[in-house]
Nanobody, 123 residues
Framework: QVQLVESGGGLVQAGGSLRLSCAASGRTLSNNAMGWFRQVPGKEREFVSGITWYGGTYYGESVKGRFTISRDNAKNTVFLEMKSLKPEDTAVYYC?????????????????WGQGTQVTVSS
């Protein structure tokens, strides 16, 4: 069984930065694609970013140029560096893992999820 635990969320002013972490346990995920999603109440869970096992990266249109995903396979951890944050980035951010080397961009493509971490950007 895989457990994913996110950390690093919080309250930040518009224009600020945060770094989210997702620590995996239960088994190594170095050969798995990982993703970050976000969700606000009443809306669908939105793809934010994904990374392949070899470090290929993908981003949602709304975060391109501002967010950077990375992974440290030795530590079984994935990161999301978020810069130039906007109030519309406010959401619960979820880490996810899938049994594939290919990044998925929809919720149903992922097999494991973390509990989420709240990110709030004030204007």
């Amino acid at each position: 069984q895989v457990q994913l635990v996110e950390s690093g969320g919080g309250l930040v002013q518009a224009g600020g930065s945060l770094r989210l972490s997702c620590a995996a346990s239960g088994r190594t995920l170095s050969n798995n694609a990982m993703g970050w999603f976000r969700q606000v109440p009443g809306k669908e869970r939105e793809f934010v970013s994904g990374i392949t096992w070899y470090g290929g990266t993908y981003y949602g249109e709304s975060v391109k140029g501002r967010f950077t995903i990375s992974r440290d396979n030795a530590k079984n951890t994935v990161f999301l560096e978020m810069k130039s944050l906007k109030p519309e980035d406010t959401a619960v951010y979820y880490c996810a893992a899938r049994w594939s080397v290919v990044v998925g961009t929809t919720r149903g493509e992922y097999d494991y999820w973390g509990q989420g971490t709240q990110v709030t950007v004030s204007s």
